[in-house]
């Protein structure tokens, strides 16, 4: 994998763990956001 998948993957990671717990902290469960990052991590790994 090069770098640039890398470094990308990592922000992927990033940005889902924080929408996780941004939405988890207000609403008490997990929003869809989640799901989107999910989606753009599998998208870079392809």
């Known amino acids: 994998m090069d770098v ?3 470094n990308n993957l990592n922000m ?3 940005q ?3 929408a996780e717990v941004d939405y988890e902290d207000v ?3 997990k ?3 989640h799901d989107c990052y999910h ?3 599998e998208s ?3």
Request: hydrophobic letters at 50%; glycine letters at 4%; a positive charge.
């Open 4 to 6: 640039v998948k890398i």
């Open 12 to 14: 992927a990671r990033a």
């Open 16 to 18: 889902r763990e924080m």
């Open 27 to 29: 609403h008490g469960k």
């Open 31 to 33: 929003f869809e956001l």
């Open 39 to 41: 989606v753009l991590e």
């Open 44 to 46: 870079i790994l392809r």
